[in-house]
């Protein structure tokens, strides 16, 4: 079984910057691609990035978003840059035991909990 606890979320001014963490417990970190997703009041839960080797990205947030993982720290960070008010939405952290990466919430077996992102114009 895998945890994921995700932080970091807040209220920020259009423009700004938020750095959101996952801390994960269970399994083998290295064994997972781990993916951050964000579903919006209405709307349908988003692919935003993925990482296990190389990096993935949503065309809305490349060149803004920057995902990372330390494998010492049993985490994976989503640093969000030059944000917008489209950007508001609640934040999760997914695990997917895989070598492949996916972008469909439903190719990932493990979730966290959602950290609220606000973005005020």
């Known amino acids: 079984q895998v945890q994921l606890v995700e932080s970091g979320g807040g209220l920020v001014q259009a423009g700004g910057s938020l750095r959101l963490s996952c801390a994960v417990s269970?399994?083998?970190?290295?064994?997972?691609?781990m993916g951050w997703f964000r579903q919006a009041p209405g709307k349908e839960r988003e692919f935003v990035a993925a990482i296990r080797r190389s990096t993935h990205y949503a065309d809305s947030v490349k060149g803004r978003f920057t995902i990372s993982r330390d494998s010492s720290q049993n985490t994976v960070y989503l640093q969000m840059s030059s944000l917008k008010p489209e950007d508001a939405a609640v934040y999760y952290c997914?695990?997917?035991?895989?070598?492949?990466?996916?972008?469909?919430?439903?190719?990932?077996?493990?979730w966290g909990q959602g950290t609220q992102v606000t973005v005020s114009s």
């Open positions: 997914a695990a997917r035991y895989s070598v492949s990466v996916a972008y469909s919430p439903s190719a990932y077996d493990y």
């Open positions: 269970g399994r083998t970190f290295s064994s997972y691609v």
